[in-house]
């Protein structure tokens, strides 16, 4: 295991200026380590082909970006590396964090990769490396490495030491209410099962599960950003359906909204995103993303959204039993605080038939 902020320190003093991330779990302590460090700076992306953007864009002008992301990531991150680094010959160290699979594991989202991702780097014209996570010097000149050369250097689990955020960066979140009590109370109004319910990828699945045991829930393991649009499908085939997502999940493919824009007037569609301000799932990542008014944005793509954020089971109650089976696009925003970690799905609820 490295020392983490020994590691961020080598890294500052070979020139590397800016971490662009969407967060992976493997990857914590060394973001913690770069927000709590003011010589580099943290940029937390949308999804992985923006950071990836984002880190072509720097290096076009004299900066010295690092990339990294999840193995998920990297199919996310295709177009650029093909289309943009390799024939414009733009280099910088990508990591990857190479997430593995064991038979039986409810994270199917990562049982393909686990085996593929070597495979997955070379289609894309680029050698991997696998980091040394014993020895620091190696480590970075890897990722020197990876800074001159197409090569995409893959992160093993455990590869760093624990760091915590310093007080400044931790978020308080206690005026809110947890998103379990939104969850317990969807689960008691909407028992008859007519409604799909769609879980993103990362805690508001999971949570669903535990808090939800009486409704027709599909957890979507992975395919981060594609919870509306599977939702809008679902809803264009007859379905009535509410999709419960993350505000890191809803931003990662936010062009679904201006397509499902497009169908209000046909689908019996809810998006209610439960705002918990971080990337709970992969460590708490503050998702930076104050700046972002949800209920403008969806507004201005079309979709009918409830017209100020809710904060209390009461105000949330009323909204949700005023949703009746008309046609329409709906969305709700909830700012939330987080849960304890509840267990995630097991296999047999993860894989359902979802044709049925
Ligand atoms: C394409 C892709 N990139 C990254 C991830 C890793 N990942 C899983 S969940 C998650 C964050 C989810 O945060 P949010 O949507 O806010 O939900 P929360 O966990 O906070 O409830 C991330 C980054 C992933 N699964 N897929």
Known sequence: MLDTNNFVEELISNGYTHLCVVPCSFAKNLINSVINNTNIEYVPAASEAVACSIAAGLKMSGKSPIVIVQSSGLTNMGSC???????????????V?????????SEIQHQHLATE??????????????LDNTNIDTAISQLNNCNDTNTICLLPKDSFSKIELKEEHKLDLSSFIPRSEYLKRLNSINKDKNTLFIG????????????????NNFYMAGNMGG????GLGASMGGKRVIVCGGDAEFVMHMGGLTTAGRYRDDINLTYILFDNECNKSTGGQNTYQKHLNYINIVKNSGILAHNTPIENIDDFTKVINNLSDKIGLNFLYIKC???VETPRPPIETVRVNIFK
């Open 81 to 95: 590396i093909t289309s943009l680094l390799k024939p414009y010959g733009i280099t910088f160290p990508m990591m």
């Open 97 to 105: 964090s190479w997430r593995t699979y064991k038979e039986g594991d």
């Open 117 to 130: 991702l070597p495979r997955l780097v070379h289609a894309y014209g680029y050698e991997h490396c696998i």
């Open 200 to 215: 993103t990828t990362g805690n508001t699945a999971r949570e669903m599960y535990s808090f939800m045991p009486d409704t």
């Open 227 to 230: 919870a509306l649009s599977l």
């Open 337 to 339: 605080s987080t849960d």
